[in-house]
């Protein structure tokens, strides 16, 4: 038998021989203008001599002094480098000369904007003061006043509001009135200057007016406004209003008006008593339900320019004849220009009529 041995290649190590020297310094992230330029417009580019551009890279940002961030668009050669204003607030306005030597450095992106933060100056004027945050996100330095440091005066109720049919006079009217602390002082005052201003007395909770109040014209008021003054000043008003009634009922045909008759309307050239109560519009109010035999249903309601349209009870359009305005006296005197509507034809069944528009 023959052995056959490969041959080997076997590698002896030298010693490993002394550190090499230490490189040389590299180049810093800075340099100097070498000569002055005219700051451009936001995110346009201006071209820059500097000492050097060894350090700089494309797309990198830069500070120079007073002149604020630019970023780097082009390396021209090792003095020149084309720069873009980045725009960000504190960089020097355009049109602004950049005087060399100014320091140009290596630069990070500006973060997003934050909070204010931090207290505003103390007043300089001796005396007492609180910090008010609630007038912006720093606050002022205040005198306090009680409503700041106390509970807050409020009116928690003003009674009095009264609705009554147009003509109607209201005599000595009463007010009452409720504070979450007491005011040193309160007034009523109202839009007739009948006994007005009107100063309350301590404790403020009541008072009664001297006079009358008195209007003919549909939904007419008279705003009364109680004004209660503590560390600060808090108002509150109620309304006296007055308000036409609206009629609805059933007749003879040919009604051509009516007639007051107490709180009815009394129809004319038909026979029939239509009733209904104060109301400051009739836009969707229900009248009924009627039940005619034989018979026309009316409704009688405040002039309008554009009429009415109506429906029955199931949602249907209901005709009514085209409406007769005239000039309708209520039971106190008040002249009230009225609609008197007329179904279209005699009718049989029960329905219960709403005003849609």
Same mark, same amino acid.
């Given at each position: 038998?023959?052995?056959?041995?490969?041959?080997?290649?076997?590698?002896?190590?030298?010693?490993?021989?002394?550190?090499?020297?230490?490189?040389?310094?590299?180049?810093?992230?800075?340099?100097?203008?070498?000569?002055?330029?005219?700051?451009?417009?936001?995110?346009?580019?201006?071209?820059?001599?500097?000492?050097?551009?060894?350090?700089?890279?494309?797309?990198?940002?830069?500070?120079?002094?007073?002149?604020?961030?630019?970023?780097?668009?082009?390396?021209?050669?090792?003095?020149?480098?084309?720069?873009?204003?980045?725009?960000?607030?504190?960089?020097?306005?355009?049109?602004?000369?950049?005087?060399?030597?100014?320091?140009?450095?290596?630069?990070?992106?500006?973060?997003?904007?934050?909070?204010?933060?931090?207290?505003?100056?103390?007043?300089?004027?001796?005396?007492?003061?609180?910090?008010?945050?609630?007038?912006?996100?720093?606050?002022?330095?205040?005198?306090?006043?009680?409503?700041?440091?106390?509970?807050?005066?409020?009116?928690?109720?003003?009674?009095?509001?009264?609705?009554?049919?147009?003509?109607?006079?209201?005599?000595?009217?009463?007010?009452?009135?409720?504070?979450?602390?007491?005011?040193?002082?309160?007034?009523? &005052?109202?839009?007739?200057?009948?006994?007005?201003?009107?100063?309350?007395?301590?404790?403020?909770?009541?008072?009664?007016?001297?006079?009358?109040?008195?209007?003919?014209?549909?939904?007419?008021?008279?705003?009364?406004?109680?004004?209660?003054?503590?560390?600060?000043?808090?108002?509150?008003?109620?309304?006296? &209003?007055?308000?036409?009634?609206?009629?609805?009922?059933?007749?003879?045909?040919?009604?051509?008006?009516?007639?007051?008759?107490?709180?009815?309307?009394?129809?004319?050239?038909?026979?029939?008593?239509?009733?209904?109560?104060?109301?400051?519009?009739?836009?969707?109010?229900?009248?009924?339900?009627?039940?005619?035999?034989?018979?026309?249903?009316?409704?009688?309601?405040?002039?309008?320019?554009?009429?009415?349209?109506?429906?029955?009870?199931?949602? *249907?359009?209901?005709?009514?004849?085209?409406? &007769?305005? *005239?000039?309708?006296?209520?039971?106190?005197?008040?002249?009230?220009?009225?609609?008197?509507?007329?179904?279209?034809?005699?009718?049989?069944?029960?329905?219960?009529?709403?005003?849609?528009?």
């Amino acid at each position: 038998m023959t052995t056959v041995i490969r041959p080997s290649i076997v590698r002896i190590g030298g010693v490993p021989g002394p550190s090499g020297g230490s490189g040389p310094p590299g180049a810093g992230a800075y340099t100097t203008l070498l000569a002055d330029y005219t700051v451009p417009t936001a995110l346009q580019n201006v071209t820059v001599n500097v000492a050097s551009t060894a350090w700089l890279a494309v797309g990198g940002l830069v500070y120079i002094a007073t002149a604020g961030y630019y970023a780097v668009v082009t390396i021209v050669d090792p003095t020149h480098v084309t720069l873009q204003n980045a725009g960000y607030g504190g960089n020097a306005t355009v049109g602004t000369i950049i005087a060399h030597p100014q320091g140009v450095m290596a630069a990070g992106a500006q973060g997003p904007s934050g909070t204010a933060s931090g207290l505003p100056l103390i007043p300089s004027t001796p005396g007492f003061y609180i910090l008010d945050v609630v007038s912006g996100p720093i606050g002022s330095w205040v005198n306090p006043t009680l409503d700041m440091i106390g509970a807050a005066l409020s009116i928690t109720s003003f009674a009095g509001a009264q609705t009554v049919e147009c003509g109607a006079t209201i005599t000595n009217p009463s007010f009452t009135a409720a504070y979450s602390s007491l005011p040193t002082s309160s007034t009523v &005052t109202n839009t007739d200057a009948v006994d007005s201003p009107h100063n309350l007395t301590t404790p403020f909770t009541g008072v009664t007016l001297s006079g009358s109040f008195s209007k003919s014209t549909v939904n007419a008021t008279t705003t009364f406004t109680l004004t209660a003054v503590a560390a600060t000043t808090k108002t509150a008003a109620v309304n006296f &209003t007055w308000e036409a009634r609206s009629f609805g009922g059933i007749g003879t045909a040919g009604a051509t008006s009516s007639t007051a008759s107490g709180n009815n309307a009394t129809l004319v050239g038909a026979t029939g008593t239509l009733t209904g109560p104060l109301s400051a519009s009739v836009i969707g109010q229900s009248f009924g339900p009627y039940s005619p035999t034989a018979q026309k249903i009316y409704l009688q309601v405040p002039h309008t320019s554009t009429p009415h349209t109506f429906k029955d009870q199931n949602g *249907f359009g209901f005709v009514m004849n085209a409406p &007769t305005t *005239f000039n309708f006296t209520n039971q106190l005197g008040a002249v009230i220009s009225m609609d008197l509507y007329e179904s279209n034809i005699l009718l049989s069944t029960p329905f219960t009529v709403s005003v849609s528009t």
